[in-house]
């Protein structure tokens, strides 16, 4: 794609976006009957032919819309129209638009061009396809270009993990990824593999990682700035490739969407991209521990008592609360290891986040209000919001084990998210600035570009707003 400041005399291809308002005030210029088609409201396409030209009436709803909403109706757009829509010179017409709605325009365009699997063969990624906007200087339109194309490159990796079944993202798969990503922007690549977890004593993540047939490959990528005194973001994705529940085996009926318990890896892989191709000026070190969470004879057991990497011993009653587990050793390794100003752990985690917020929003937890507000703040402004909820100590109660330091599960039915996030305070050591984000109902769902529930890209945004405004 190419954003040009100019404007031809004659084009094949038209976008003209309208509010509401902005419709009443031009749809006078236009053929009266399409005002029985088309009035400007949110997501409404018409498109206008004649001889020369096909020009797309796109309505983006009220003029008080969000910024992000311009966003989700060129997303909308693009996936829709796909087959129609020509790699060609359009212009694009909106003269009430601000530079910073151009800009989530143009994102959505290119993030409504993700399918599974994914190839850039969509118009919008032809060469030939130029977006010709007078109303901004050639220099911000290039601003903008890199940034959509960023972050599209980001998200698109991101959906594209989650959705590989799970017989085409085995740990050794995935790790060669990363570790060419790792190499084509020149970021620190780390792994450690069973023999080594077991040296440095990483007892909870080997717990899961006992049963499985491949080797662990606890993984460390850090994202390294020249600008001096940056801040620095710890992040722990969870990264369980496929989540059968372990011996406390899942109910099989839903059993398939299981690919997707890597939904917090793939938010950090995607936020990596971003940030290296962007040359954010912050620091990540990012930790992703890699496993399935499968059943053999090697398996842990309820009841199983596991010594974690911080020394804390573990008592398992659900092999099924694997996630806990592992990020347990994420953070500890995370905090022991490295000096970070803000540590953010996001996982695909329980399925009470999913009963309580649905596909709304995610479950967020923090002990340190300012980057509470922070959060919140930018999950408002991206629509990847999350929601806060208490870390009291009474919770703590529930984890206390006979047998252990802490158990990994209360066995009550209520609250399990809240659980969870408790448990993990317990692996922070001490950390001042932390956030766990509980993002089970929001990475995966329904979308415009798949029939079963698809990767949803959540948390990219987020993350990468914040660090882009917050650093």
């Not at 766990?436 to 990219?460: C, N, P, Q, R, W």
């Amino acid at each position: 794609m190419k954003l040009i400041n100019k404007k031809n005399k004659n084009y094949t291809q038209i976008f003209q976006l309208f509010t509401e308002e902005e419709w009443k005030k031009s749809s006078k210029k236009y053929n009266k009957n399409i005002a029985s088609f088309f009035t400007g409201k949110k997501h409404e396409v018409f498109i206008h032919t004649d001889s020369e030209s096909i020009t797309y009436l796109i309505g983006l709803g009220k003029s008080t819309l969000q910024n992000f909403e311009v966003q989700q109706v060129a997303l909308k757009f693009t996936q829709i129209q796909k087959e129609k829509l020509l790699a060609t010179p359009t212009l694009v017409v909106a003269d009430f638009l601000n530079e910073k709605q151009f800009a989530e325009f143009i994102k959505g365009l290119l993030l409504g061009t993700y399918h599974y699997p994914f190839d850039k063969k969509h118009a919008f990624w032809n060469p030939k396809f130029e977006i010709h906007f007078e109303n901004l200087s050639q220099k911000k339109l290039e601003a903008i270009r890199v940034k959509a194309e960023a972050l599209a490159n980001g998200q698109t990796a991101c959906q594209e993990w989650l959705n590989k079944p799970a017989n085409l993202k085995k740990p050794d798969v995935l790790s060669l990824y990363l570790k060419n990503l790792a190499k084509k922007y020149e970021l620190k690549y780390t792994v450690l593999n069973r023999k080594k977890c077991e040296e440095l004593g990483l007892g909870a993540y080997l717990s899961v990682n006992q049963g499985s047939a491949y080797d662990a490959a606890f993984t460390i990528i850090e994202y390294k700035t020249s600008v001096k005194n940056a801040k620095t973001f710890g992040l722990v994705g969870k990264c369980v490739l496929f989540d059968t529940g372990g011996i406390s085996l899942k109910n099989p009926d839903n059993m398939h969407y299981m690919k997707s318990d890597m939904g917090g890896a793939t938010a950090v892989i995607g936020t990596l991209i971003y940030a290296a191709e962007m040359k954010l000026p912050v620091n990540i070190v990012a930790v992703l521990p890699i496993t399935d969470n499968a059943i053999s004879e090697n398996a842990f057991l309820p009841s199983d008592v596991i010594t974690a990497y911080n020394g804390k011993t573990i008592e398992v009653l659900n092999t099924d609360a694997e996630g806990r587990m592992i990020l347990a050793d994420g953070l500890s390794y995370l905090s022991k290891n490295y000096k970070t100003d803000f540590l953010i752990d996001l996982a695909t985690l329980t399925g009470s986040s999913v009963r309580m917020f649905g596909d709304t929003c995610g479950a967020m937890f923090s002990n340190n209000e300012e980057l509470k507000n922070l959060l919140i703040k930018t999950g408002d402004i991206t629509n990847q919001r999350v929601w806060n909820l208490p870390l009291w100590e009474v919770w703590k109660d529930d984890i206390q084990s006979d047998v252990a330091d802490l158990k990994n599960i209360s066995m009550k039915p209520i609250g399990d998210c809240i659980i969870a996030a408790k448990f993990l305070e317990q692996f922070i050591e001490n950390h001042p600035q932390w956030a766990h984000l509980d993002i089970a109902g929001v990475a995966f769902g329904s979308t415009g570009y798949s029939k079963e529930k698809a990767a949803t890209g959540f948390g990219v945004q987020l993350l990468v707003d914040l660090m882009e405004n917050y650093h």
